[in-house]
Nanobody
C-alpha cells in the first residue's frame, strides 16, 4: 500500500513563492506519472502540471513560466515550485500518483491521491 504525504502549503502574498512536496511511501512499487492538481472554491479540480516516468512535463497554460514541476525518483518525491503567485492560484493542491506493484508477470496499476494542501495567495 502506497501513501502520499504533501507539505509546503500556506499563506503567501501575491508575487511570492511556495514549494510543494509530495512524498510516496510504501513497499515494492514503481512510480509512473506524477502530477499536481488543484481545486479552487466553487470550481472543478484541474490539472496543474504532470511529469512522466521519463520526465516529460506538461503545464496548464495559466501557470506556464511561473511553476516548475520536478521529481526525485530516489526519494519518491514530486515537487511543485510556484513562483510569481497570484490570488487566482489560491486552491487546495492535490498530489496524484500512478504506480505499479507486484511481480513483472502480474503487474497491477494504481492511482492514488494525496489529502490536499491549501495554498492561499493574498492580494
Amino acid at each position: 500500500q502506497v501513501q502520499l504525504v504533501e507539505s509546503g502549503g500556506g499563506l503567501v502574498q501575491a508575487g511570492g513563492s511556495l514549494r510543494l512536496s509530495c512524498v510516496a511511501s510504501g513497499s515494492s512499487f514503481s512510480i509512473n506519472d506524477m502530477a499536481w492538481y488543484r481545486q479552487a472554491p466553487g470550481k472543478q479540480r484541474e490539472l496543474v502540471a504532470n511529469i512522466t516516468a521519463i520526465s516529460r512535463i506538461n503545464y496548464v497554460d495559466s501557470v506556464k513560466g511561473r511553476f516548475v514541476i520536478s521529481r526525485d525518483n530516489v526519494k519518491n518525491t514530486v515537487y511543485l515550485q510556484m513562483n510569481s503567485l497570484k490570488p487566482e492560484d489560491t486552491a487546495v493542491y492535490f498530489c496524484n500518483l500512478h504506480y505499479m506493484s507486484g511481480p513483472i508477470t502480474r503487474l497491477k496499476y494504481h492511482e492514488i491521491w494525496g489529502q490536499g494542501i491549501l495554498v492561499t495567495v493574498s492580494s
